[in-house]
């Protein structure tokens, strides 16, 4: 029987469909993140086949020395960052990620926030439920119309391609684009315009939605001498990965009204947030939830229970992210 530890819970199905292959599940008890002293805890001596983790474990070779006999880490989520992949391929340990069908929600998510931000929507709502409004008036809660403004995609792979159509055609915005990669396809459907540096494209931007992975030349991608080079008008969405934004420096940016408002689904230093960013009001904050649809969730468990029975069954796991 193969032995496998869940370090969070995931969706019931998954389990389900795990356990009916008559492996052994064990799932750690724990709501909030784990740390990697409580994961190398839970696996040490434990003999598990695998370990199914999840976007915030820190796996490395820690982690690998406390479970020697584990030959596969299986990713539930799209990114991998959290794993070692080199230290993971040198000890012939799999590595499988769940790219699901995560896209469009992660599109939509986006620009839910880029419309709170611009409609005021968030301020107005916590106005009306403390019993602030007394009637409408013609000054109350001004914002900003979506249609004619600059959006300045930083970022053009599946889900930046999918925000461009979706502000292009359904809102009249004009795209721009910065990419290490010409995209062809939105420069034809939504007569978008590649620019020659991330400079251009932000200092032209009404509107800069980041849709990049967390590398080393993204990191601090957005700080402070680029937050200068924006708009005082421009709203900044990131959907991406925390730490590509410099959170204290935009931070600064919104306090003292170098760009107009953000809206973050991800933060540098998660769970805990940068200084004075929730007393912000110009700011639109969620809690990493950007691909929390089910339709999402339910499609990245069906993706990691086929990789984990696909190595148990001796075949190269479809999502094998590592040599």
């Avoid at 193969?2 to 052994?24: H, M, P, S, V, W």
């Avoid at 004009?174 to 062809?184: A, F, G, L």
């Amino acid at each position: 029987m193969k032995n496998i530890f869940i370090t969070r819970e995931i969706q019931a199905e998954t389990i389900k469909t795990l356990r009916d292959k008559g492996y052994n599940i064990t799932i750690g008890k724990k709501k909030t993140p784990l740390t990697q002293q409580e994961i190398i805890k839970e696996i040490k001596g434990k003999n598990y086949d695998a370990v199914i983790t999840l976007l915030t474990d820190k796996i490395d070779g820690k982690v690998f020395d406390a479970s020697p006999a584990t030959k596969l880490f299986a990713n539930y989520a799209v990114g991998y960052d959290n794993i070692d992949l080199v230290e993971a391929t040198k000890r012939g340990i799999s590595v499988t990620n769940t790219p699901g069908d995560y896209v469009d929600g992660v599109a939509q998510h986006a620009i839910a926030l880029l419309l709170a931000l611009m409609s005021r929507l968030v301020e107005a709502d916590t106005f009306v439920r403390k019993g602030k409004y007394k009637g409408w008036d013609p000054m109350l809660f001004l914002g900003y119309k979506l249609k004619g403004k600059t959006v300045a995609v930083i970022g053009t792979g599946r889900i930046g391609e999918q925000v461009a159509y979706k502000l292009h055609c359904g809102f009249g915005t004009k795209i721009i684009y910065y990419d290490t990669v010409k995209n062809e396809r939105i420069e034809k459907d939504c007569d978008a315009q590649l620019m020659t540096s991330l400079d251009e494209a932000l200092s032209v931007a009404d509107i800069i939605s980041i849709h990049v992975p967390l590398l080393p030349s993204t990191h601090h991608l957005i700080n402070k001498e680029n937050l200068k080079k924006m708009k005082p008008s421009a709203y900044i969405i990131n959907t991406s990965r925390g730490p590509v934004i410099d959170e204290n420096a935009l931070v600064y940016a919104l306090k003292n009204g170098e760009i107009r408002g953000a809206g973050l689904d991800v933060y540098e230093f998660e769970p805990k947030l940068a200084k004075g960013l929730t007393k912000l009001k110009n700011t639109v904050l969620s809690p990493h939830i950007a691909s929390a649809q089910f339709e999402s969730r339910e499609e990245m468990g069906r993706i990691l229970a086929e990789n984990v029975i696909d190595f148990f069954e001796d075949r190269i796991p479809r999502n094998k992210v590592n040599k």
